[in-house]
């Protein structure tokens, strides 16, 4: 392990980590960045339009601005994967990594939330050979293809939109009666000739041998239960990576969120959280919340330790 003991460690290189890291620099405290992949889920979106100050910005290229941001604070950022955390007896969090160990007074968990699954026969195995969860990343792979996308929300909507742009013809399944996407989205799918929503149906099945051949439905579409379809896009959410952090107790609600005071603290003194892994903001879980969580946390951190 390192001699240096750490003021904070930021786990999560997204924009709540990356916002935290700004934040800690001014409050001058002595900081590292974790995280697996820089930005996170941030690289596969294609278009931001809601981010104050940039009419349309991708994500990869507002990371890239905010990693430079931090960079000029001379704070290292490191591609690892944090294995364990636990707290000593002198009260300092001992973080193992794949490739050292580290200690700090704070942390700050801004781990982001993962591609939720929905666990139905053919999906696991055929992943990569036309089931995906990333439109951004693959649309480009389905140019003039009939494609699915599986979900109502904002997320789904935007994939539905995106791969419109490439495919043929797209089917928007949702579970529910009515898609739950915001208005802008809706709209732009209304206008969509190549969009064709069908509710209250759920994909049970995804069948094909080297590729995605059809899905299974479990009501009829047209006096049909299967449709024939080169692409599946699973756009049913996320869910919050806590593992590490729910092992030193700190308090999650029902669905695994972390619960967190104004100024981003848990229940465990000196963990805090920032960004979609928790309770805060209300639930909304957006860009501008996420940073703004980032600020807050690094606000808090900087009053625990050096006030």
């Known amino acids: 392990m390192e001699n240096k003991v750490y003021d904070l460690i930021i786990v999560g290189s997204g924009v709540a980590g990356l916002t935290a890291s700004i934040y800690a620099s001014r409050y001058r405290l002595d900081h590292l960045i974790f995280g697996v992949e820089t930005g996170g889920q941030m690289n596969e979106i294609h278009s931001i339009e809601n981010w104050p100050g940039e009419i349309s910005i991708s994500g990869r290229d507002l990371i890239s601005n905010m990693v430079q941001q931090v960079n000029n604070f001379g704070v290292e950022i490191r591609n690892d994967s944090i294995m364990s955390v636990q707290k000593n007896a002198d009260g300092f969090f001992e973080i193992e990594s794949s490739k050292g160990k580290y200690a700090a007074k704070a942390l700050i968990m801004a781990m982001g939330t993962s591609y939720k699954k929905m666990n139905i026969p053919g999906e696991k195995e055929l992943t990569g050979k036309g089931v995906s969860y990333c439109a951004t990343c693959d649309a480009m792979f389905f140019r003039n293809k009939i494609i699915s996308v599986i979900g109502g929300g904002n997320s789904a909507a935007v994939a539905a939109i995106n791969l419109a742009d490439y495919g043929e013809k797209i089917y928007l399944i949702y579970r529910g009666e009515k898609l739950s996407a915001e208005p802008i989205w809706l709209e732009k799918i209304a206008s969509n000739p190549k969009i064709e929503i069908i509710t209250q149906t759920n994909v049970i099945e995804i069948k094909g041998e080297a590729k995605v051949e059809k899905i ?40 695994n969120f972390i619960k967190v005071g104004p100024d981003q603290s848990t229940s465990v003194s000196g963990i805090f959280a920032a960004g979609d892994i928790t309770t805060g903001s209300n639930k909304f879980r957006q860009l501008i919340t996420a940073s703004a969580e980032g600020a807050l946390a690094a606000n808090g951190v900087y009053k625990k330790i050096k006030l």
């Open 216 to 255: 299974i439905l479990d009501r009829p579409h047209n006096d049909k239960t299967s449709l024939s379809v080169d692409g599946v896009f699973i756009e049913i959410g996320s869910e919050p990576g806590v593992e590490l952090v729910k092992k030193l107790g700190v308090e999650t609600d029902e669905q």
